[in-house]
Structures are given as C-alpha cells and as structure tokens.
C-alpha cells in the first residue's frame, strides 16, 4: 500500500525557518513529486517538484525561499522552508506520481498534510 506521512510542520514567527518531510513506501523513481498547500478559502496551490530527471520547479511566490530535495536511500522528500512570511499559512501536502509539476490534478498519491501556520 503506497503511503506518504508528512512532518515537520508547526507555527514559526515571520522570517522564521522550517523543514518538512515527507515519507514514502516507495521512491516514484521517473516521476513527479512535489509539495503543495492549500490555505483557508483559497485554491490549493503547488509549491515545488522535483521532476523525472532530477531538475526542480518552483512556483513563483516560493523561489528563491524554498528548497525541494529527495534522499532516495530513505525515500524521503523534504521542503526547507526559508524567509517564512504569513502568506505561507498553510496546509502543506506532499504528492507523487505526477505528470506535471505545479499540477495537483495529475498526482495520484498524497499525503495528509502538515500545517504551517506563520505569524508577525
């Protein structure tokens, strides 16, 4: 059964740091896996992937302060959150088996989700 257990989340204060991880029962190798978020009210929105060659992509409100990476020895996923701001506030979901990247209809496995909440 194919399984992804995101951590890490918690309430940081503007300007703050976080990492999230995300645990898999398998590696997704030659596909997409990613991280998006979805806040109160507003569509779900995706954050970073990493692509089946290896290359990332990054939505344009996280570049620069995020960073997506893999540890294929342990299947894990990880978002090293950076520069945090109170536009961040959400509910953060990892995904995988994509055919594209910032695309949450094309995944086929998420996690539940781990909140981030940011405060001024």
């Known amino acids: 059964q194919v399984q992804l257990v995101e951590s890490g989340g918690g309430s940081v204060q503007a300007g703050g740091s976080l990492r999230l991880s995300c645990a898999m029962t398998r590696n997704f190798y030659g596909t997409y896996i990613g991280w998006f978020r979805q806040a109160p009210g507003k569509e779900r929105e995706g954050v970073a992937c990493i692509k089946p060659r290896g290359n990332t992509g990054y939505s344009g409100s996280v570049e620069g302060r995020f960073t997506i990476s893999r540890d294929n020895a342990k299947n894990t996923l990880y978002l090293q959150m950076n520069s945090l701001n109170v536009e961040d506030t959400a509910m953060y979901y990892c995904?995988?088996?994509?055919?594209?990247?910032?695309?949450?209809?094309?995944?086929?496995?998420w996690g539940q989700g781990t909140q981030v909440t940011v405060s001024t």
């Open positions: 995904a995988a088996s994509g055919t594209a990247c910032l695309n949450g209809d094309t995944y086929r496995y």
